[in-house]
């Protein structure tokens, strides 16, 4: 990690003890973090303790509260180590997948057009695909809904690895509960006029199948979003409205 950088990675993570471990290592190689938080969200395996080898500060669910409850809750963690050290400013948050595995230490283009003063928030676009059974479905309603609400249309609206400011961050709390919060995070921004870029990056999820427990966390990811975008009704976007972007195409790395 990078001692005094300006970085704070937070990862939530259920049931990763395989992948955990090397995503943190990954992770601790970006430039600029010096903060490295891992939320065990209820895990009945070795999530925490692979993690806490592996050298990131562990904080954990006693029971499972959901994605958007762990981003929040490594967001507040956060504040808190800022807060022993005695922090001047506050740290940008980059939050990654559990199961990115090494290609975490790909991640750093994410943070730099928001280190930079460009952008209040980045959004990844994979440059390696993985196929993940049924979640075409998922990706389409939320992608059709944010633009339904803002007038722009991101290449990969579920992506969580995202880098915000900590104003953007408290900008869009309270998240939208659950497998919603990336999609309400971009429509609650984008309508209070911040700015969005998109980086692309070599980073890679572990591929998904089409079994039963696979369909069952993608009927859950559909519920999610439906509800979020419900209760932003994007059929009620602002006359004039336009998307406050940095860029509009993605970024190459």
Same mark, same amino acid.
């Given at each position: ?60 669910? !006693? ?117 919603? !919060? ?40 559909? !519920? ?30």
């Amino acid at each position: 990690m990078s001692p005094g950088g300006d970085l704070a990675v937070v990862i939530p993570a259920r049931n990763e003890s395989d992948r955990i471990g090397a995503t943190v290592k990954g992770a601790a190689q970006i430039p600029g973090v010096d903060i490295l938080v891992v939320v065990d969200d209820g895990s009945c395996d070795g999530t925490g303790a692979e993690a806490t080898v592996a050298g990131a500060t562990v904080v954990r669910h !006693a029971r499972t509260k959901g994605k958007a409850a762990a981003l929040e809750t490594g967001a507040e963690s956060v504040r808190l180590i800022e807060a022993e050290r005695g922090a001047a400013e506050p740290h940008h948050l980059l939050f990654l997948d559990a199961d990115l595995g090494e290609t975490a230490a790909h991640a750093g283009p994410l943070a730099e057009p928001v280190t930079a003063g460009r952008a209040d928030m980045t959004i990844a676009v994979f440059t390696t695909k993985v196929k993940r059974g049924g979640h075409g479905l998922v990706v389409g309603l939320s992608g059709a809904g944010i633009e339904r609400a803002t007038g722009w249309r991101p290449a990969e609206p579920l992506n969580g690895q995202r880098c915000l400011t900590r104003a953007a961050f408290e900008a869009a709390r309270p998240l939208a509960p659950g497998w919603g !919060a990336e999609t309400g995070i971009t429509i609650d921004l984008m309508r209070k006029g911040m700015r969005i870029e998109e980086v692309q990056v070599p980073l890679a999820h572990r591929a998904t199948g089409t079994d039963l427990g696979s369909q069952v966390h993608r009927a859950r990811q559909l !519920a999610g979003v439906a509800r979020a975008l419900l209760a932003r009704k994007p059929w009620l976007r602002l006359e004039g409205q336009t998307a406050s972007r940095a860029n509009g195409q993605a970024d190459s790395t």
